[in-house]
């Protein structure tokens, strides 16, 4: 018996949704939020939001609202 090939078999499925969209807190780009099953997970590379980085959430308002707080959290200046 012969297996037959589909002609999509070594060719990669067309991107019919974006990859990862930016995520941006007072018009500032923090982060990227990656499409998973059931929500999104934040990676990041600013250091005022590292302790997001690989986290999932359910919805992007709630990526944007825990950041938020982080920031209002974050000390100013150099406060010892």
């Known amino acids: 018996m ?3 090939l ?5 060719h990669p499925a067309p991107l019919s949704a ?3 969209y930016a995520v941006e807190l007072h018009g500032m780009a ?11 997970v934040f990676r990041t590379a600013e250091p005022t939001y590292l302790v ?3 986290r999932r959430f359910r919805r992007m308002s709630q ?3 825990v ?3 982080l920031r209002r959290e974050k000390p100013s200046g150099n406060a010892p």
């Open 52 to 54: 997001l980085d690989g």
């Open 6 to 10: 589909s002609p999509f078999r070594h």
């Open 67 to 69: 950041a938020g707080a």
């Open 2 to 4: 012969h297996d037959t």
């Open 63 to 65: 990526m944007r609202h």
């Open 30 to 40: 923090i982060g990227v939020a990656l499409p998973v099953r059931g929500g999104y």
């Open 18 to 20: 974006p990859v990862a």
